[in-house]
């Protein structure tokens, strides 16, 4: 029983790590630029529900299209101000970019706000829990889990369907082609960014009940997407989703039964013996 | 040794930088300069695997971190002095880098920068939970009497920048060596081309793991002096990201994959990062690392071919210019 209860956990945290992954492996593979200010923008989504909660009261569930909103206008902002300019550079040069922007969001949020960790008290979910014979759900976990699986769906389903969708895929593979196609692959970059962001304001509002709210919040966050995203194999949605859900079953699993201080060098552990196997990620080729 | 004569330009830079504390007296500008040199030095290590070799590495961090612990352990331990430390951690660090790099080589690309930041982050957590090592506690150094043999020295920061000087230079021409050696060919035809690489006869395994062990080695040298300067280490100081990225950024900035790119590079970052830091990092608001943060933006976006990048181009319009005068 235990161990059923440390699986499900394992894949309730997992299914969060891969929507926050979708979300970079989305910019990575189309523009092969890394966005180290990715968790950076999960932890502006937290403050978010975590300021609408204590100045209007709004339930972080009722929040959650605004701070969607809100990265993702913070998505378009970082593309048009910034990743613009640097996504034809040479070598390191967008790397460089995207840090500086995640040091300043940092401590713009430092700055604002101080260091200290907040809590978003009462959601309507908050306290509730499923039992099912001995297993314990948090439902706060259990919907954060649900909601983040739901958005991977749609936005699978986005790039595969729609025009805009395959407009996308047509500027993975090859940006000259898709612009001689007539795609205007600048705004194809900047609604990446927007669906990028938007996955991070959904995970991060989900989460925002859960966890406590500070300007390093999203770090661990954007360090283990990269680990996810690169496991999955770059570019692939659903490469990460499994990737994440397998990096929250290791976590789980090795804090449980290894000690939690092992928990993220597990973690890593995993992405470098499944790379000697498959050396471009899971899905990856 | 030829052509290592040949660099006069970075003879003038060395004889620049030993003047600058003995004209500008003043106790920050010496630490600025020691922080320089300290970091120009790790730049110079880390081009040679990335810069040269094109194989980016996210974790030198973890070599950093090795060099400081190994010295310090056997001098809090058994009292050894820091120079064998030094020696020993750039052994250390070359060997657990070849063993560590040796399978992460078949991955390509960001697959593998992934793989070294992932092997850092995973050596930090064992450090943290190793209890011999004083775990996150971190070790503060013993205070010694001033003594060049135990590299420690209190009254004046000029013996330490003395070091810090001789140690870069050092590594700048190990690097200088390593480009204009064969090795240095080979490393570049890794990076241009890794599959024609092959095709013509380079072992890239074999090259790749070389110029891991020498910037590894070269890394973990200046951990040494840095965990000696500071004389406090933690796990999370030495193996942290923020190390593994201020060497890539500092680099990149200057200009990736030239000697003189971490020079400039360095020039560049640290002075900007420690005045806003001792300016601005009192009031516990992070406007120091904010401001930090957004000039690294700027400076990405207006000159994304680095500051070496910008120097070419202007040397390049200026002889157009001869040209069309003439």
Redesign the interface.
């Known amino acids: 029983m235990m161990f059923l209860q440390v699986v499900l956990t394992g894949v309730l945290v997992g299914s969060v790590y891969s929507l926050v992954a979708v979300g970079l492996t989305l910019v990575?593979g189309l523009m092969d630029i890394?966005n180290f200010a990715h968790g950076d923008m999960m932890m502006i989504s937290m403050y978010t529900v975590f300021w609408l909660y204590t100045l209007l009261k709004f339930d972080p569930f009722v929040s959650l299209p605004i701070s969607a909103g809100i990265t993702a206008l913070l998505g378009i902002v970082i593309y048009k101000l910034?990743i613009k300019?640097?996504v034809?550079?040479?070598?390191?040069?967008?790397?460089?970019?995207t840090?500086?922007?995640?040091?300043?969001?940092?401590?713009?949020a430092?700055?604002l706000w101080?260091?200290n960790y907040r809590f978003v008290g009462e959601s309507i979910l908050s306290g509730k829990r499923i039992l099912i014979a001995d297993i314990v759900i948090g439902l706060p976990q259990l919907i954060a889990a649900l909601g983040s699986i739901l958005m991977t769906l749609l936005i699978a389903l986005f790039i595969k369907r729609t025009k805009t969708g395959k407009a996308i895929q047509a500027t993975a593979q090859s940006r000259d082609i898709a612009e001689l196609m007539g795609v205007n692959t600048e705004k194809v970059y900047a609604v990446t960014f927007a669906l990028s962001g938007i996955c991070v304001g959904v995970a991060g509002t989900l989460l925002s009940g859960i966890f406590p709210v500070y300007?390093e919040a999203g770090a661990m966050y954007g360090?283990l997407a990269?680990?996810i995203v690169?496991l999955g194999g770059?570019g692939n949605i659903w490469g990460a989703f499994y990737a994440g859900i397998l990096i929250g079953l290791t976590e789980a699993l090795g804090g449980f039964y290894l000690?939690t201080?092992?928990k993220?060098?597990l973690a890593?552990?995993i992405?470098?013996l499944v790379?000697?196997f498959r050396?471009?990620?899971l899905f990856g080729w | 040794m030829n052509e290592i004569m040949k660099n006069r330009m970075l003879y003038l830079i060395f004889a620049i930088i030993l003047i600058l504390p003995f004209v500008l007296q003043d106790v920050n500008f010496q630490h600025i300069t020691i922080m320089f040199l300290i970091f120009a030095g790790l730049g110079e290590g880390w081009n040679i695997i990335t810069g040269f070799t094109g194989q980016?590495s996210f974790g030198h961090a973890a070599f950093f971190g090795i060099g400081a612990y190994t010295s310090t352990i056997m001098f809090y331990k058994f009292g050894i002095s820091p120079w064998i430390g030094m020696i020993l951690g750039a052994l250390f660090a070359a060997g657990i880098s070849a063993v560590v790099s040796y399978?992460?080589f078949?991955?390509?690309g960001?697959?593998f920068a992934?793989?070294t930041?992932?092997?850092a982050?995973?050596i930090k957590?064992?450090f943290?939970?190793w209890d011999y090592v004083e775990g996150a506690t971190g070790i503060s150094i013993p205070v010694k009497p001033d003594s060049f043999w135990m590299m420690q020295f209190h009254k004046s920061k000029i013996p330490y920048f003395l070091i810090a000087y001789v140690l870069f230079i050092v590594a700048t021409l190990v690097a200088v060596a390593v480009e204009k050696n064969k090795m240095g060919y080979y490393l570049k035809a890794i990076r241009e081309s890794h599959e024609a690489a092959e095709a013509l006869g380079i072992n890239t395994t074999r090259y790749k793991l070389y110029a891991m062990m020498i910037s590894s080695a070269v890394t973990a040298v200046f951990g040494t002096l840095y965990a000696q300067y500071i004389l406090y280490i933690d796990p999370f100081m030495v193996f942290g990201?923020d190390i593994s990225?201020k060497i890539?950024?500092l680099t990149?900035?200057g200009g990736?994959g030239s000697v003189y790119g971490p020079i400039i590079g360095a020039a560049i970052l640290i002075p900007l990062s420690e005045y806003t830091r001792v300016f601005l990092g009192g009031t516990g608001?992070?406007?120091?690392?904010?401001i930090?943060?957004?000039?690294?933006?700027i400076?990405?976006?207006?000159e994304?071919?680095?500051v070496l990048g910008l120097f070419r181009r202007t040397k390049k319009r200026g002889a157009q210019y001869a040209k069309t005068t003439a």
């Not at chain 2, 930090?292 to 933006?297: D, E, K, M, S």
């Open positions: 990575w890394i910034v300019r640097v034809n550079a040479p070598g390191l040069m967008a790397l460089l970019a840090f500086g922007l995640s040091l300043f969001i940092r401590n713009f430092q700055f101080t260091p300007p360090l990269f680990v690169a770059f000690g201080q092992f993220y060098a890593f552990l992405y470098l790379l000697q050396p471009k990620g | 980016t399978p992460c078949r991955l390509k960001h697959y992934i793989a930041l992932a092997v982050e995973i957590q064992l943290v939970s990201l990225m890539v950024l990149v900035l990736l608001k992070g406007i120091d690392l904010m930090y943060g957004a000039l690294i933006v400076v990405a976006c207006f994304p071919r680095g």
